[in-house]
């Protein structure tokens, strides 16, 4: 062979160099291939969204909470047994369960058949995971675990305030005292949501059934499944999807999907009237009047009865001052037009002096069949009820 025709250095430089190439980039690509498989065998469970809402994106504040695995919440609960179950809202089922250090824990775990759940699940993880106060549930952890989702809570041994002032074998368990001070403990713990925490939050389902009662009465607001975080006192949202409870929702967010801290304001001052009568705001009857029970505290009002309102369980232990007082604030809060109801911080201030109170406007829904056109009400209206759930 000639020399001319052998392979010069060049030639053979640049299938080295060619070589080099191909074989370092298999090896990056084979690199890739098992951090990611890691990345996703380390994140399974931990964070990351699967079926049903179909979906990649992370979970905010997930990092911020203990994570708790499945096998360690079937053996707290007994593999989820019925004689746990204490309880069971929108979201799903709730069990007692026991770790084994003994700590007692409040179990929240998504329904399958929950339509509304997965969204609550993160929207609950990404509210509550920041906030911290002692009129709170506090939030102990998590657990996803394929299309198993699981919230972890603190205990409360004396489960929801409904459960003592609708029923009348436990109602009178609560004196007048312990009442004034979980009237005081809700307010505080609103207050916190709307104007002291990091994220300002509308709770949107605040009812008796959502206040939580520890071993020692101490009320803690529950549920932020429905929570809505938002920017200013002064600022108002307007949906079409209204979400809530029937007795406790506002005039403007059932009518025309208007939102705002004044929504929570509403309900709350339902909440105090159910408290001070021991008796629902939705359902209520009294001989002589249609009204619900907003309607009667309006009614005794003007007529300088207010007192009548009491639960007979209460009038041994009741401070006059303090129940008229409550029920006056309570009117304040449940006014027709959100404009002319308080402040949380300034119903907070109401029950801590001894300010002269402006008088309360006509309330909202004050007779069942006001309530009833709510519920029924055409649909034509471009900001009526489109999704309303009855919690």
């Known amino acids: 062979m000639a ?15 060619i070589i080099v190439v191909v074989l370092s980039v ?44 499945l096998n360690k919440i079937i053996k707290a609960t007994a593999n989820f047994h019925i004689d746990n179950k204490i309880g069971e809202g929108g979201f799903g089922p709730v069990y007692k369960g026991v770790l084994k250090n003994g700590e007692v824990i409040a179990v929240k775990r998504l329904s399958e058949t929950s339509q509304q759940g997965p969204d609550e699940f993160k929207n609950e993880v990404m509210c509550i995971a920041k906030l911290q106060h002692r009129n709170l549930v506090k939030l102990l952890g998590y657990c996803i675990d394929g299309n198993e ?37 809700i307010a505080r713990g609103i207050l916190y949501l709307h104007q002291d925490s990091r994220l300002q939050i509308i709770h949107r389902d605040l009812k008796a059934a959502n206040i939580l009662l520890d071993s020692e009465m101490n009320p803690k607001i529950s549920d932020f499944g429905l929570a809505r975080k938002f920017v200013g006192l002064d600022a108002m949202a307007k949906t079409r999807n209204v979400v809530g409870t029937y007795g406790y929702i506002s005039p403007e967010y059932a009518v025309h999907g208007h939102i705002s801290v004044k929504s929570d304001v509403f ?13 629902k705001n939705r359902g209520f009857s009294q001989e002589g009047h249609s009204d619900n029970l907003l309607g009667h505290a309006w009614r005794l009002y003007k007529e300088d009865k207010s007192i009548e309102l009491i639960n007979a369980s209460l009038l041994s232990s009741c401070v006059v001052s303090q129940v008229l007082r409550s029920i006056h604030v309570g009117l304040l809060c449940v006014q027709q037009h959100a404009e002319d109801r308080p402040t949380m911080s300034s119903v907070v201030s109401m029950f801590v002096s001894e300010v002269m109170l402006p008088p309360p406007k006509q309330p909202a829904f004050f007779t069942e069949e006001s309530c009833r056109e709510l519920e029924f009400g055409s649909s034509s209206n471009e900001y009526m009820i489109t999704l309303l759930y009855a919690r």
């Open 26 to 69: 298999s090896s990056v690509a084979l690199l890739l291939s098992a951090v990611a498989y890691a990345c996703r065998n380390n994140n399974k469970g931990r964070g990351y969204w699967t079926n049903p809402l179909d979906r990649d994106d992370q979970v905010e504040n997930l990092d911020e909470l203990p994570f708790f695995s």
């Open 3 to 17: 020399t001319s025709e052998l392979p010069g250095k060049s030639s053979f430089k640049r299938k080295k160099l």
């Open 149 to 185: 989702k699981i919230l972890i809570y603190e205990y409360m041994d004396n489960k929801s305030l409904d459960s003592f002032l609708f029923d009348e074998t436990t109602s009178s368990v609560l004196d007048w005292g312990q009442r004034f001070h979980i009237i005081h403990g």
């Open 267 to 279: 309900s709350f001052g339902v909440i105090v009237l159910e408290i001070v009568s021991g008796r």
